[in-house]
């Protein structure tokens, strides 16, 4: 994704292209781990001498959540984990140990989701599935 196509992408959704806004899109599109924490976003764009409060951070992450640009997760109680918005929807697997995010998507258990909400005559909206348990990095560890 080119920086002409962020930019465009937060026009699309009726913010101001910023400096900002665009560094820390960015930061959520290229890099390697894409379930970031606003601190971790904050240290790297930093680290890369980038000129960026952490406030502001913090506010360009609410400010794409409510425009439905990222999601934010809290895998761990208070902490919060953005990462861009999906078409697609998706489960997640997140390590006790090392903190590791990783992505799923099953077929039976979307449909079995939505055959239990079904039977109780509850209509689905939208759900979060998350499996908590150890990746196998630390399992060999």
């Known amino acids: 994704m080119t920086k002409a196509d962020i930019e ?10 910023t400096a900002p806004r665009v560094l820390v899109y960015e930061q959520l ?7 970031m924490s606003a601190e971790t976003i904050y240290t790297t764009l930093s680290g890369k001498g980038q000129d960026i409060g952490l406030a502001t951070v913090y506010r360009v992450l609410n400010q794409f959540e409510e425009a439905g640009l ?4 809290h895998f761990d109680g208070d902490h ?9 929807h998706h489960d997640h697997m ?15 258990i979307e449909k079995q989701i939505l055959a239990v909400a079904s039977a109780s005559q509850f209509k689905c909206e939208g759900h979060q599935f998350t499996l908590y348990g150890r990746c196998s990095r630390c399992r060999s560890s």
Do not use: M, N, W
Request: proline share 2%; aromatic share 4%; net charge negative.
């Open 8 to 17: 465009q992408l937060i026009r699309d959704v009726g913010l101001k292209v």
């Open 29 to 35: 599109a290229k890099a390697e781990v894409h379930h």
């Open 70 to 73: 990222i999601s934010k997760h």
């Open 80 to 88: 919060a984990i953005y990462e861009l918005a999906h078409k697609e």
């Open 94 to 108: 997140v390590c006790t140990v090392c903190g590791a995010v990783q992505e799923f998507c099953d077929p039976l």
